[in-house]
């Protein structure tokens, strides 16, 4: 990877970060505080989609490998958050609501593998 590659994929993550900040403000303006995790799950859920779909698209040689680097592990590298996701999880528990941490977690895990897999399946249509 040459320095100039790295400063793209640097930006496109800053670029996807700015985002997910974006995104998750609308959706804590319009979602009650009770649904809190509702916007980092659909940030992650889109952003699987939308890694999958890039993946699919650079296996199909529809895009190139320097692309897939910045769109990939820049933009959806930035915009996705596991950590908050995590964060979530564990003040549910925190809060000793142990269903809501459990849905949290294995709904988030779910609902973004498979969001990714059929980016990805469509990523390789002909």
Known sequence: ??????????????VGAAMRL???????????????PIGTMLIN????FGLGLI???A????????????????????YTTFSTASLETVLFARERRFRAALINALGMLIA?????????WIGLLP
């Open 59 to 78: 296996l199909g040689n529809l895009l190139p490998p320097e692309l897939q680097l910045v769109l990939g592990g820049g933009l959806m590298g930035g």
């Open 112 to 120: 973004s593998a498979s969001a990714s897999g059929l980016g990805l």
């Open 22 to 36: 974006l995104i998750d403000g609308v959706v804590r303006a319009r979602v009650p505080a009770s649904v809190r």
């Open 1 to 14: 990877m040459n320095l100039l590659l790295f400063i793209v994929i640097a930006l496109a993550g800053g």
């Open 55 to 57: 993946t699919g698209f």
């Open 45 to 48: 859920v889109s952003g699987s």
